[in-house]
C-alpha cells in the first residue's frame, strides 16, 4: 500500500489497529473516531481511515470522501443532536501546515464557547472524566453516523 509505514510505527495505526489507547467514539470498516489528547474543546474529535496515507493530498478519493463524510455526519449531529453552535472540521496536510501526526486525519472541533479561528491553537490535556463525558454523549449516536455514512455511499 503506498505510504505504509514499516514496522508498526505510527500511532495512528496502532490505535486503529486496537493496540494503543484511544477513547474512541465510533468506527466501522474504514474509518475510525476517537478523541484528541489535547482539544481545543470539549469533544474535540479525530477521524482516520483504518488504511495508512500520510495526508488527506495522499489518500485516495474514495477513502478521503468517506472520512469526510464520516466527519460531516459528526459536525451534523454536534449541531442537531448535541447544541454545539458552531464546529471546525479541519485537515492539516503537510509540516508547514501544522500537520503531526502523518496519517492522514480530520479534526472535528465543536464550539461551544466562540473565538473562531484564533482560539484553534489553545489546547488543554484531555482528562478522563472529559472523554467518559464525551463518550456518554456519543453513545446514543453511534447509529445515526453509520447511517449518514452508509446514506453517502449507496449506489445512485
Ligand atoms: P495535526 O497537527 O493535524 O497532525 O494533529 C495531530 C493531532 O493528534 C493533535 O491535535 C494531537 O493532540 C493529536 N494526537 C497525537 N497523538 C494522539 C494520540 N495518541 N491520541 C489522540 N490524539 C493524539
Ligand atoms: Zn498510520
Redo the contacts with the bound molecule.
Sequence with gaps: MPGQMAGGGC??CN?ARGE????IVYEDDSVAV???????EKG?L?VIPRSHYESVADAPPRVAARVFATAAALARLYREALGAPGVNV???SGRP??????HF?V?VIPRWRGGGWRTLFM?HR?TEDEAREVLEMWRPLRGSIGEYVRGAFMPG
Design positions: 500511532i495512528f490505535i494503543a489507547p484511544a477513547h476517537f478523541l484528541d489528547i489535547y482539544p481545543v474535540h479525530l479541519v485537515a492539516n501546515a501544522g500537520q503531526e501526526v502523518f486525519h479534526h489546547r484531555l
